[in-house]
């Protein structure tokens, strides 16, 4: 692992642990829900899941969960990306700015 | 918060002798986990899931565990490496939540707490009667012949049919038609309906006598032209409530209204001296506006709501009973005070106002609704003006899933009506006589003209008898009174007869 890799990643764990405290991460998260939810993301990902288990015998989660994973994070609408990347960069800005 | 189910449940133990491979000594529950531990390194389940391992048989130190999906409860086998199904986890991880909640949540006015939830277990004499009956599917689902033009009366009837709270009444034989001594009665003609339904037969049927009792009832809606299916719903609720026992004009608890009944507050604020008007009206269902979304964003049913509950200023001239001047700076909002169980949503897609030829215009704009709404955001007490912000109780109160839609195709005049309805987590389609399965997929990508909510847990007043056990009860004892009155005047006959021989000798 190069060390850029590791800093990044050392980096990562900082900022996640902080907003947890903080509560940003759950505020966000929550926010970010609503805005999935709201736009029929969370909805789709529900009938994939579904439909998907109904043809398995018997239904394997880690299956189900790899194929939705891919299109869940392909589908993700545009605009949600962006408001919910804008609001974490916005918090990483105000701490590291301290 | 934790609770610690083998306190709760004592039968734990016992139970503990059900699992061959697993032995459950006590089960801890996480109510809030944020990231997930793993005692198994080289098992990563998923990342993201909040995921509880907990590793069971500690003495013999094995790598088999069992795991908790937070959110859902749902349980995980390291031995299967999948989730699994247990009737009796089920069970238990409701319960759980159930008592979390019910311990969390205090009355606005008493502060007391929830009444603890009993599941019900038949008593000796219940479990008798019960031996000597037949279990029979708890699904109906049955097509309805279109009886010229009638999808509007089809489509609604269908919604009626997949409503828990509605479906609950009358399979528990509320109102007997037997016994109703009413003449057109609509709900008659729901028992009837329900009957059917819940018949041993599959095909379809034609809800002839529905039709004729409604027509009767409503001459407007009589005639073979094409009607609107909400102006049929509104028709309908109202002869039901009107033909039920002990409905009344003034907060009735008839099942229209225990069903359906909510309350919309309007709140009006004058700009110019700071008072605050509220009226209170009660409500059925909630229409909702279809305007041009703007170029990208589509409408939603959460957008609709937050346009219906938004701050406007009155397009007219408001005389404040306060400052006493006539203004033109009043501001009205409208917020939800009391949900009902079932929440109804049209949308307006049938403008009125003639546009630009006269020609009223069907508004086809598609909606996107979601599965499950949480209707918080809505509420007077979340949109109270009053500064104080008073905790709204769970978010569980909050939570609706939607289990019919009803859809309209074509024009105002000649349309057709079709509806998407639910049974536990089936999605059919129903087109009159025409049942299919179908998927959630394809009904919230349907366009939808109306929506049905249920609420995912029931409020109750705590510590109470029900109303109709109540009714039930007074029932008997003025039948009591009756029949002595009447015993007592035959009595009396007989002593007058008696008296006028002995006077004729």
Redesign the interface.
Known sequence: MSKSTSDADALYTQVHRRMVESGDWDRILRVLSAKLSEQGWSDELYHRAKERARMMDPPLFKTVLEEISLHGEATVPVSVRRETTAQIRQFVKDQFEK | MRVRLSRRFPNLRQSGGRWQHHHVISVTWRYHV??YASLAPSQD??QGSTLLLTSLTPATRSSLYLGVDTKSGSL?CSQC???VYNVMFEDLYLSTILLLEEQQTRFQVSKRTREPYQPWAPNNEEAAFLKNTTVLPCQGCRGLLNLGQTCFLNVILQSFIYNPLLRNFFLGDRHNSRLCKHTDCTCCEMDGLFTEIYSSSTIPFGPTSFLATTWKVSAEMSGYAQQDAHEFFITALNQIHGTCRGSTNISCNCIVHQTFAGQLQSEVTCERCGNVTRTVDPMLDISLELRDPGIEKEI?L??CLRRYTKPEKLGREYSCTKCAKATHEAVRRLSIRKLPPVLSFQFKRFEHKTVSKGVPQKIDTPV?F???INMAPYTTLATSSNGETTYPGPDAMYEYDLFAVINHEGQMENGHYTNFARFQ?EWYRFDDEKVTLS???TC?NSNAYMCFYVKRHLDYKPYMKPTYLVARENDIVREQEQEKMRELARMKEVDDALMATIAGD
């Open positions: 944020h990231s389940v998923g995980f490496n999948n989730f939603t959460a957008g996107r979601p599965v499950a987590d998927s959630l997929g919230l």
